[in-house]
């Protein structure tokens, strides 16, 4: 039996405008496109092996109805490119290892799900026998609901299929391939491993509600020996900007999709609005909506979120819409500080050379569990320009601060914009403080305004500036609202009109994340949302920011002026 390619027609209407989709769905078929015409590597497009897989799936009776409906072309290409490019010289060894899939909730999510799992389960050629599969999930609830949805698939097909029913059992947490020994289970983080553990595939849900690695880090420790896994995830945005599907995947997905990074197993394919406002036309909702493209159920959905949205605009819950129903990760509290994109917004690609200019220093101390913030403010050509540094204590163990806060401290080391204490105590080193400040303001010949601090603990490290420079304007900042609250406001206003700008920095991104405005009657100051959640960098650079605003930096002088013929003295 022949197979026809299901991908053709997709990307046809994709690449011509007729079909309108996200940025990001555009760039994961133009990928497609050129990954055809490569000739330098060892994968193919096979489409007949593509359209058996989506042949599959369209066999798949809907559990209650037992109807069967065909997939939508959004569909076809996923499960087309996931299982259509394969190894030249061994076609069972798939191209795609690693599979992310981002898109509004009620779009076709439960046929993927399943029928990924049930085809490899039926038909998964490498390994040949005892393929270990999993419908994974954040906890122990989610993941029981994916593997009963699989398991009610089965069933449906177990009532069509006389061959199918022999060769398949259905236990209570276990489904069993008699012929070849492969498996199905459910899998969640806090559900433990069991012997001899090794997931072929493992479908994660909602990969969003997970707050550690901790997942997907224990799947691929099993994974390490198999020619063609598969991790596939599916997911909705979320409210957590901190956590590791927006942080990490999320981002290389798309730096994958615009070509940024280079990663030929990894498949990528978000249905997100490409910007709040689009949210205003209804037009556009296939973006983050594409079972708006089937024609039986444009109706119903748009008149479902048209709805939605109306009630959202009424009753102040409109955060919640955007995130569920158009896949846009906005913070879960109305009372954010600071909105994710306006910050992004102003972050500029590479660290300023800020060498020789004048300079206010933040800080905030920490000793056992909190982070040592340093900032810096630095103007430059009428902005302000913000970057900082963190010592990071370990008292109770690094890992188990890495897990709490929610931030890769190793990473942060790495990159060059923290460091971790050395001592054995694990707390942080105010001589190892002091002596990185010394350094770093005399290798930048930097002209020091004032260091600007919060007098909570912070005498060890004001007694040794003090003794050996004295030439540095040390000022003290009173903290709570009658101080702060201006500098506050004025601080997000500056970042809203990008006159200041900050370099990227996952510890001033993670504060500002995680910081709520809250007010009292002499005014506004910043908290954070929870309590292991870190605010240290933002109240540090509050803490600058509180002195050196009112500085006028709009006449400033660039050397061009300096030394052009109109400058004189």
Same mark, same amino acid.
């Given at each position: 039996?022949?197979?026809?390619?299901?991908?053709?027609?997709?990307?046809?209407?994709?690449?011509?405008?007729?079909?309108?989709?996200?940025?990001?769905?555009?760039?994961?078929?133009?990928?497609?496109?050129?990954?055809?015409?490569?000739?330098?590597?060892?994968?193919?497009?096979?489409?007949?092996?593509?359209?058996?897989?989506?042949?599959?799936?369209?066999?798949?009776?809907?559990?209650?109805?037992?109807?069967?409906?065909?997939?939508?072309?959004?569909?076809?290409?996923?499960?087309?490119?996931?299982?259509?490019?394969?190894?030249?010289?061994?076609?069972?060894?798939?191209?795609?290892?690693?599979?992310?899939?981002?898109?509004?909730?009620?779009?076709?999510?439960?046929?993927?799900?399943?029928?990924?799992?049930?085809?490899?389960?039926?038909?998964?050629?490498?390994?040949?026998?005892?393929?270990?599969?999993?419908?994974?999930?954040?906890?122990?609830?989610?993941?029981?609901?994916?593997?009963?949805?699989?398991?009610?698939?089965?069933?449906?097909?177990?009532?069509?299929?006389?061959?199918?029913?022999?060769?398949?059992?259905?236990?209570?947490?276990?489904?069993?391939?008699?012929?070849?020994?492969?498996?199905?289970?459910?899998?969640?983080?806090?559900?433990?491993?069991?012997? %001899?553990?090794?997931?072929?595939?493992?479908?994660?849900?909602?990969?969003?509600?997970?707050?550690?690695?901790?997942?997907?880090?224990?799947?691929?420790?099993?994974?390490?020996?198999?020619?063609?896994?598969?991790?596939?995830?599916?997911?909705?945005? %979320?409210?957590?900007?901190?956590?590791?599907?927006?942080?990490?995947?999320?981002?290389?997905?798309?730096?994958?999709?615009?070509?940024?990074?280079?990663?030929?197993?990894?498949?990528?394919?978000?249905?997100?609005?490409?910007?709040?406002?689009?949210?205003?036309?209804?037009?556009?909702?296939?973006?983050?909506?594409?079972?708006?493209?089937?024609?039986?159920?444009?109706?119903?959905?748009? %008149?479902?979120?048209?709805?939605?949205?109306?009630?959202?605009?009424?009753?102040?819950?409109?955060?919640?819409?955007?995130?569920?129903?158009?896949?846009?990760?906005?913070?879960?509290?109305?009372?954010?500080?600071?909105?994710?994109?306006?910050?992004?917004?102003?972050?500029?690609?590479?660290?300023?050379?800020?060498?020789?200019?004048?300079?206010?220093?933040?800080?905030?101390?920490?000793?056992?569990?909190?982070?040592?913030?340093?900032?810096?403010?630095?103007?430059?050509?009428?902005?302000?320009?913000?970057? %900082?540094?963190?010592?990071?204590?370990?008292?109770?163990?690094?890992?188990?601060?890495?897990?709490?806060?929610?931030?890769?401290?190793?990473?942060?080391?790495?990159?060059?914009?923290?460091?971790?204490?050395?001592?054995?105590?694990?707390?942080?080193?105010?001589?190892?403080?002091?002596?990185?400040?010394?350094?770093?303001?005399?290798?930048?010949?930097?002209?020091?305004?004032?260091?600007?601090?919060?007098?909570?603990?912070?005498?060890?490290?004001?007694?040794?500036?003090?003794?050996?420079?004295?030439?540095?304007?040390?000022?003290?900042?009173?903290?709570?609202?009658?101080?702060?609250?201006?500098?506050?406001?004025?601080?997000?206003?500056?970042?809203?009109?990008?006159?200041?700008?900050?370099?990227?920095?996952?510890?001033?991104?993670?504060?500002?994340?995680?910081?709520?405005?809250?007010?009292?009657?002499?005014?506004?100051?910043?908290?954070?949302?929870?309590?292991?959640?870190?605010?240290?960098?933002?109240?540090?650079?509050?803490?600058?920011?509180?002195?050196?605003?009112?500085?006028?930096?709009?006449?400033?002088?660039?050397?061009?002026?300096?030394?052009?013929?109109?400058?004189?003295?």
């Amino acid at each position: 039996m022949k197979f026809k390619d299901p991908l053709p027609l997709f990307l046809k209407r994709v690449l011509t405008g007729k079909l309108i989709t996200s940025r990001a769905i555009n760039q994961a078929v133009q990928r497609h496109e050129s990954d055809l015409k490569r000739k330098d590597w060892r994968w193919y497009y096979d489409p007949e092996l593509a359209g058996k897989a989506v042949k599959f799936m369209e066999l798949l009776p809907e559990p209650k109805s037992q109807k069967l409906d065909p997939l939508a072309q959004f569909q076809k290409f996923i499960i087309g490119s996931i299982y259509g490019w394969v190894d030249k010289d061994d076609p069972t060894i798939r191209r795609f290892t690693d599979a992310f899939i981002s898109m509004a909730r009620k779009n076709g999510k439960s046929l993927l799900i399943s029928g990924v799992i049930l085809y490899e389960f039926l038909f998964g050629k490498n390994p040949a026998n005892n393929r270990q599969l999993y419908t994974a999930a954040n906890d122990r609830k989610q993941a029981g609901i994916v593997f009963n949805m699989v398991k009610k698939r089965l069933e449906a097909l177990r009532i069509k299929d006389p061959e199918i029913k022999r060769m398949t059992k259905i236990n209570r947490d276990e489904i069993i391939n008699l012929d070849d020994g492969s498996t199905i289970r459910s899998f969640s983080r806090d559900a433990g491993l069991v012997d %001899g553990y090794e997931p072929h595939v493992a479908v994660v849900d909602e990969y969003a509600n997970a707050k550690t690695t901790d997942m997907l880090e224990t799947l691929s420790t099993g994974q390490l020996l198999l020619p063609s896994y598969l991790t596939f995830i599916i997911s909705t945005a %979320g409210f957590d900007m901190n956590v590791p599907m927006f942080t990490q995947n999320y981002p290389y997905a798309k730096k994958v999709l615009s070509g940024e990074e280079e990663a030929d197993r990894y498949f990528a394919f978000i249905a997100e609005m490409d910007e709040v406002s689009e949210v205003d036309n209804p037009d556009l909702w296939i973006k983050a909506n594409p079972l708006i493209d089937v024609d039986a159920l444009r109706g119903q959905i748009n %008149g479902y979120l048209d709805q939605k949205l109306k009630e959202a605009r009424a009753d102040g819950s409109l955060n919640s819409k955007l995130v569920k129903n158009f896949n846009i990760w906005r913070q879960a509290a109305e009372d954010s500080y600071m909105d994710y994109e306006t910050w992004k917004a102003a972050e500029i690609d590479e660290k300023l050379d800020i060498r020789g200019q004048r300079v206010w220093f933040g800080i905030d101390v920490g000793r056992t569990s909190d982070l040592f913030a340093i900032t810096w403010l630095v103007p430059t050509e009428g902005k302000w320009y913000l970057d %900082g540094y963190g010592f990071i204590a370990s008292k109770y163990g690094l890992d188990a601060k890495i897990k709490t806060d929610r931030i890769n401290y190793r990473a942060v080391e790495q990159r060059g914009e923290g460091e971790i204490t050395q001592l054995e105590s694990g707390i942080i080193d105010n001589e190892r403080v002091y002596e990185w400040l010394e350094d770093f303001i005399e290798r930048n010949d930097l002209d020091v305004q004032g260091i600007c601090f919060d007098p909570w603990q912070f005498g060890t490290l004001l007694t040794m500036i003090e003794k050996n420079h004295p030439e540095w304007p040390m000022v003290q900042v009173r903290q709570g609202t009658m101080t702060l609250s201006m500098p506050t406001k004025q601080f997000r206003d500056d970042v809203i009109n990008q006159k200041l700008i900050h370099a990227p920095n996952e510890l001033l991104t993670t504060a500002v994340n995680n910081a709520v405005l809250m007010s009292d009657n002499n005014g506004v100051r910043i908290d954070k949302n929870k309590y292991a959640n870190k605010i240290d960098m933002l109240d540090a650079a509050l803490d600058a920011y509180a002195i050196a605003f009112t500085e006028n930096i709009d006449d400033y002088l660039t050397d061009e002026a300096v030394f052009s013929s109109d400058f004189g003295f």
